[in-house]
């Protein structure tokens, strides 16, 4: 039987309808959801894979996103290039005006970059200044113990506490804390950071130095290795520590909020 010649335009009309539904709403959508997300994005560039019935159902088969200058709980990030695939989201509730949400879990898998001002400006931060300094403690623990090391000078809490300068090198990085006004002694802690099954952080050779002012001795203590772990929606195939930053590849799984 011959087909209905006017069904094609029909057929064309209502897929171009769609068509035009999914990249008038959904690109906004998204663009809201990750700056929500974010506390500041620039460069941001993403594109979506998938037929439009798929889409339009709220299942997103990849979608491939790039960005730079990227914030996060005052986590900063030069350049992210990501793709995410396997995503559910609710769409058809997005398309009557309701917000973005996630529906299930999925992987994210790409690169990232941070450079050595990144760290700097994260260290500002809650999240990283706090997580830091619960590492330090727990890294020097036993050498103000042993050695006698007022680390409270360098690792205060909130405001009280100082930002130490961040030094990176072939697989190794460095902190060093300012004078401490009262004594004039400084402190500089370096340290290997190495992955382990894409999961564990590791703290290879670690070692602390209280450095006096000029003219005195310094004094090395070498600390015990600690490793961390990230958890198993993380699995990190590259860690690359070079004199200009960090370059982190690999994979984790998005949970989304309850």
Known sequence: MPSDPAA??????????????????????????????????EGLEF????????????????VTVA??????????VSQVAVSAADIRVNLPQVLRGKALRLLQPFPV??????LAADLRASL???????????VLKQLLAGAVTQQHVPLDRWLGAGEASSIPHIALDSDRLTLCWPPEPLSGDALKLTMGLVMR????????????TVLPPAGAPSLPIALDEVEFDLGPEVDIRQLD?????????????VIPAD
């Open 8 to 41: 094609t335009p029909d057929l064309d009309a209502s897929t171009a309808r769609g068509s035009r539904i999914i990249s008038r709403l959904l690109p906004p959508a998204i663009r809201l959801w990750l700056h929500s997300q974010l506390d500041h994005i």
């Open 47 to 62: 594109a979506i894979d998938g037929k439009d019935r798929q889409i339009l159902g709220g299942y997103l088969p990849k």
């Open 67 to 76: 960005a730079h200058q990227a914030v996060y709980q005052g986590l900063h």
């Open 109 to 114: 898998d790409g690169q990232v970059s941070v």
């Open 124 to 134: 500002q931060s809650a999240l990283l200044g706090q997580g830091l300094r619960d």
């Open 197 to 208: 099954e894409g999961r564990w952080l590791c703290l290879r050779q670690p070692v602390a």
């Open 241 to 253: 520590v070079t004199p200009t930053g960090i370059d982190l590849v690999g994979m984790v799984r």
